[in-house]
């Protein structure tokens, strides 16, 4: 067996252990005679796949007990036209921080539906190289949510600390940042994200919500679509994505196994630091993010040089680092280093880098 270091944004890396154990029990879970794939989602074994899941969900992100943890499909993309279908309430006003694409889609997702959607902060002027700054003055006071990209998987940005809206409801999108380092989940009205960056394969959306703002979703809005509906049925209103769940699972426990976000976020610091100090010791390559907004999960560089650029990321897969071409909208290369990409792979992809320096000089 011959595994490469994928640097993909998405679907990503998933840790050895956890595709081991899925392996293992992929054609009979426990003595049940079935693999999870084809089980009932209301049997007594996948009840206790998926409550055991959330409880050790709650553990690793320390979610307090007046939050509901929904296991969702539609992908983050679906939630950012749930996210207004639930909170917007009356006013039919929300604001929205544009520090990326995602950012924008959501902002964007909530105009196409007829609301009074707000930006109230852009970096787009830069191409997000940065994360725009607002303040509590700058949020309309009926403004139904803040909503915030907390890193941005395309430009290699995040958020330095959490922004402080005051009583308004602050919303993230942390779909390529979940899990990678501790956050203060009680600062949150809403977190979510898509499990196909750093939790699971595609398939499942965990939407966290606080529960008091399970009761403003518009009228007659879809079933599948209110978290409420979703949160007194345990994720249960319809099959859920049994499999993705079950997945998610597994990276829970062996997150938790490895000691939690505190140890996880200490691997994943030293591993972004040991890029961004080789990117800043030379002039070879150059970073997109503004140093004090540097993503830890999807670190952006090119050379300048587009034909280089080029060049580095297929001369890269050749030697086994793949999925390293940037997003089309930043050009050059971005490396995604989530949860599940060991060190080894930043160590070996370092000296990659310099060999081609050393054979590649700019003229
Ligand atoms: C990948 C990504 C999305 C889109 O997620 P889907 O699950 O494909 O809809 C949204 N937001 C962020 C921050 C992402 O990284």
Redesign the pocket.
Same mark, same amino acid.
């Given at each position: 067996m011959n595994r490469v270091y994928n640097f993909s944004a *998405?679907p990503s890396m998933l840790p050895l252990p956890v595709l081991e154990k899925a392996q293992a029990e992929l054609i009979s879970y426990g003595d049940s005679g079935m693999s999870v794939m084809e089980m009932s989602h209301r049997s007594a074994d996948y009840m206790a796949i998926i409550a055991k899941a959330e409880a050790d969900l709650r553990a690793l992100m320390q979610i307090p007990d007046n939050y509901k943890v929904l296991f969702l499909q539609g *992908?983050?993309?679906t939630q950012f036209a749930s996210v207004p279908l639930n909170l917007i309430g009356t006013t039919k006003k929300a604001d929205y921080v544009v520090s990326g694409q995602?950012s924008e889609k959501a902002y964007k997702e909530a105009i196409r539906m007829g609301f009074d959607a707000k930006c109230i902060a852009s970096s787009k002027a830069d191409t997000f190289s940065y994360i725009p700054a607002f303040t509590k003055d700058d949020i309309r006071p009926d403004a139904a949510y803040v909503h915030v990209?907390y890193?941005n998987?395309i430009f290699g940005t995040k958020f330095p600390e959490v922004p402080d809206t005051g009583d308004i409801p602050l919303v993230a999108?942390m779909?390529?940042c979940i899990l990678s380092e501790p956050v203060d989940v009680s600062k949150f009205g809403v977190i979510y994200a *898509?499990a196909?960056?750093n939790m699971a394969p595609a398939g499942l959306?965990v939407v966290i919500v606080r529960d008091d703002l399970l009761d403003r979703a518009l009228p007659g809005i879809p079933t599948m679509l209110e978290w409420k509906v979703m949160a007194e049925n345990d994720s249960m209103y319809n099959t859920p994505p049994c499999y993705a769940i079950y997945m998610a699972g597994l990276v829970y426990e062996y997150l938790l196994e490895q000691g939690g976000l505190e140890a996880i976020a200490k691997i994943n610091y030293n591993k972004a630091n040991m890029l961004y100090d080789y990117l800043d010791s030379t002039d070879y390559y150059i970073t997109h993010a503004q140093p004090a907004y540097r993503s830890i999960m999807n670190v952006t560089f090119k050379t300048g040089d587009e034909a280089l650029d080029k060049k580095f990321a297929s001369e890269a897969a050749k030697a086994g680092f793949k999925n390293l071409k940037g997003h089309r909208s930043v050009g050059g290369m971005r490396a995604s280093i989530y949860n599940a990409m060991p060190t080894q792979g930043i160590i070996d992809l370092i000296a990659f880098m310099k060999k081609f320096e050393a054979e590649n000089p700019k003229n």
């Open positions: *998405g *992908g983050a993309s995602f990209c890193n998987t999108d779909s390529s *898509g196909q960056k959306t």
